[in-house]
């Protein structure tokens, strides 16, 4: 039988239950399409709750304290990086690229890192690289990719940056991009970007990807791809018009959201009233942009429904995607798994974007997977994360792992067989830079229950998600839960005994 091949596809921090099917009232057809044609997995959650660890996770197949990316701006070894699936599947003779925003590496290092991630380093890369890079041999990438930051002038930045700025054509394109076309009733990060769509890293993104299945690939070799958008992630800048698809006055609100600190633990209000460690930079940045205050119910159906337009946006080249596919032939043998790093609390409780509360919006993201021998139609409510996305590549492929692995295979799920899973677990080493407190944090999720702890201090939260599905109700203290709590602590105690040092981030993220 011919090796399948591996079409991956993700967004950076789209919540579980914002796809269309999942009945929010999101636009997306192409994925409520893929939904239909293969399987979703409705309670798969993320391994961490920020970028870089989440990413690190996805490409490694282990849990951050493993892989050592145990917050954001800590940089993934090149030499773990290398052996993650990628590399892999490339010494088993697939075809490996990556299209989009890796972030593997800390952009905003404070000296040179070596990484063509690095914002400072990337001057010293040609316009002519193109890999290798974590053990993908084709790469084409961008810095950031999230526009509080504009894109980097040449000589620095990657591909993307080269894109826009070609021409000369870059500031003029910078001042459209922070324009706003309407008003947004003062809502955090958001506006009505008048980037003309063609200039646009979400386009530029699936383009890229489009053009190397088209005539970049060898036709000789199966392939595993990585097509990596880095929105719907704030600030809220979806360009027009695809910002005015979703009427904010027709956003249903989140049903809970005002901020209750009460019977939650003691680093929920820590985390949103302490100042952020670090330098100067660093603390201005954590603050302005990582930070979003209480925002007022229209300002909220203003946020959500940019995040909703740029998602659409997304799901539109989504659909271009899975057309290149088609045209080339690739449909019958390829996997298509579409997925995200984390979520965004979109509200829930008074919050917005992310951070050390692991409400089921930030934990729980999208996975679905289309393929030979995928149940069409199917959902899956078995706890799975993003960690089995790597053994579920090298079941399908053949290929052999060349690091431990901490997730599992989907294969069986995937194909509509009977494979239970008792829990999936997430964890974060979370450093004061962001919040101003270190947290040790590890959270267990089954079908019914979530438990996060902090190892530092022991305190806690555990939630029954069947009964209050809101997560209103703290019931790790409560003495007619102890039983479930003891049953989760032990699925923590499971976790593989590999954990490496802590390590000091070289800048932000």
Not at 292 to 314: K, V, Y
Request: with cysteine; glycine share 10%.
């Amino acid at each position: 039988m011919t090796r399948p091949n591996f079409l991956i596809i993700s967004a950076d921090q789209q919540r579980g239950d914002c796809i269309g099917v999942e009945g929010r009232g999101v636009k997306t057809p192409n994925l409520d399409r893929l939904c239909a044609e293969g399987t979703r997995f409705s309670a798969c959650i993320t391994s961490c709750a920020v970028c870089q660890p989440a990413r690190a996770s996805i490409l490694t197949g282990q849990l951050c304290r493993t892989h050592g990316v145990h917050d954001n701006g800590i940089d993934l070894d090149p030499a773990t990086g290398e052996k993650g699936f990628a590399g892999a599947l490339a010494a088993n003779g697939y075809q490996t690229a990556f299209f989009g925003k890796a972030h593997f590496a800390t952009y905003h290092a404070r000296h040179k890192t070596g990484s063509p991630e690095s914002v400072l380093s990337s001057e010293d890369f040609g316009d002519d690289w193109c890999g290798p890079y974590m053990g993908f041999e084709h790469v084409e990438l961008m810095l950031v990719g999230h526009n509080w930051f504009a894109p980097e002038k040449p000589p620095r930045g990657q591909h993307f940056e080269r894109f826009f700025h070609r021409g000369g054509r870059g500031d003029e394109l910078q001042e459209l991009y922070w324009k706003n076309g309407g008003d947004t009733k003062g809502a955090a990060q958001t506006w009505h970007s008048q980037l003309p769509l063609a200039f646009h890293n979400t386009p530029w993104t699936a383009d890229r990807a489009i053009e190397w299945l088209k005539s970049g690939r060898g036709k000789d070799r199966p392939f595993c791809a990585w097509v990596s958008f880095p929105d719907p992630h704030h600030p809220f800048d979806c360009p027009e018009p695809w910002s005015r698809l979703h009427d904010p006055a027709e956003i249903a609100l989140p049903e809970h959201r005002t901020r209750d600190f009460e019977n939650r633990p003691w680093w929920h209000e820590a985390a949103v009233e302490n100042e952020p460690v670090g330098d100067v930079e660093n603390v201005k940045m954590r603050k302005a942009y990582s930070r979003i205050q209480e925002q007022s119910d229209e300002q909220l159906r203003e946020i959500i429904a940019n995040t909703f337009g740029q998602l659409s946006f997304i799901d539109d080249n989504v659909g271009r995607l899975m057309n290149a596919l088609t045209d080339a032939g690739l449909d019958d043998n390829t996997y298509v798994i579409y997925i995200s790093d984390h979520g965004d609390w979109l509200g829930d409780h008074g919050l917005v974007l992310k951070g050390p509360m692991h409400y089921e919006g930030l934990l729980r993201v999208p996975m679905i997977v289309r393929g030979p021998g995928v149940a069409a139609g199917a959902v899956v409510d078995e706890p799975v994360s993003t960690l089995d996305i790597a053994p579920t590549l090298f079941d399908l492929s053949g290929a052999k792992p060349l690091l431990a692995q901490h997730g599992e295979s989907l294969r069986a799920l995937m194909e509509g067989r009977d494979a239970p899973r008792d829990f999936a677990l997430n964890e974060w080493e979370l450093l004061p830079a962001r919040v101003g407190v270190a947290l040790s944090l590890r959270t267990v999720r089954t079908k019914t229950h979530k438990l996060t702890m902090d190892l530092r201090s022991g305190a806690g939260e555990m939630y029954d998600l069947v009964n209050d599905p809101g997560e209103m109700n703290n019931i790790f203290d409560d003495p007619a839960a102890r039983e479930t709590r003891k049953r989760l602590v032990s699925y923590l105690d499971e976790r593989p005994d590999d954990i490496g040092p802590n390590r000091e981030p070289v800048g932000s993220a």
